[in-house]
């Protein structure tokens, strides 16, 4: 069965570093997402991607994130300088086109846990 | 936006005994509506959706889910619980975001022990 890859599957930085996490989605996918998991909370949506543009982008997602899909097949987010607060699961997400009912339905990777020291 | 509701943040059940995650929905269309589960150290995967057509609907590992619009809930449930259900499950909703694309917002998440 098809799936999502990303690497790292867990990162350690210091504050103030840049940390790219790395998204395989599924290769006839077009949506993109990330989203994040703070330890012990809800899982919050960042950004969603299609046609190689940002399609929309919560709060969280502020200048200090980025997203890139450079190649292709991988999808890319970079943080440019961690806080303590970026510590957390990140997710990778892709989609297909909507199903004959209308719904996209999210292929989640297995996430990148970033550490932020 | 649409938002989803999680009732209890732990739910601990028998082995062999009923299995019901609740989740309220909030939306002002018809909602797309999906429960997640997450194993620990792992992603998140799809255990059921529903679009349209029937409400009752049945997803992997023996779980289901009604849509019940007048009293907007999403309830999971399974008959018997197994000690590989232990895990964090998500109730989640499909809207379109502002560029017409659909995204999911997720609840907090129910983790649910099973005791032996």
């Known amino acids: 069965e098809p799936e999502v890859t990303q690497t790292p599957s867990h990162q350690v930085t210091q504050m103030g570093q840049e940390v790219i996490l790395r998204c395989v989605p599924i290769s006839n996918h077009l949506y993109f997402y990330w989203y994040r998991q703070i330890l012990g909370q809800k899982v919050e949506f960042l950004v969603s991607f299609y046609n190689n543009e940002i399609s929309e982008k919560s709060e969280i997602f502020d200048d200090q994130f980025s997203v890139e899909r450079p190649d292709g097949s991988n999808f890319t987010l970079k943080i440019r300088s961690t806080k303590l607060e970026d510590s957390a699961m990140y997710f990778c997400?892709?989609?297909?086109?909507?199903?004959?009912?209308?719904?996209?339905?999210?292929?989640f990777g297995a996430g990148s846990r970033l550490t932020v020291l | 936006a649409q938002s989803v509701t999680q009732l209890g943040s732990h739910v601990s059940v028998s082995e062999g005994a009923l299995v019901l995650l609740r989740c309220n929905y909030s939306s002002s269309v018809p909602p797309y509506l999906f429960w997640y589960v997450q194993y620990p150290n792992q992603g998140l995967q799809l255990l059921l959706k529903?679009?349209?057509?029937?409400?009752l609907v049945k997803g992997i590992n023996g779980f289901e889910a009604e849509f019940k619009k007048s009293e907007t809930s999403f309830h999971l449930t399974k008959p018997s619980a197994h000690m590989s259900d232990a895990a964090e499950y998500f109730c989640?909703?499909?809207?379109?975001?502002?560029?017409?694309?659909?995204?999911?917002?997720f609840g907090t998440g129910t983790k649910l022990q099973v005791i032996p």
């Open positions: 997400a892709s989609s297909d086109i909507e199903d004959h009912s209308g719904a996209n339905v999210l292929t």
């Open positions: 989640a909703v499909s809207d379109k975001d502002s560029g017409g694309y659909q995204k999911v917002t």
């Open positions: 529903y679009t349209t057509g029937a409400t």
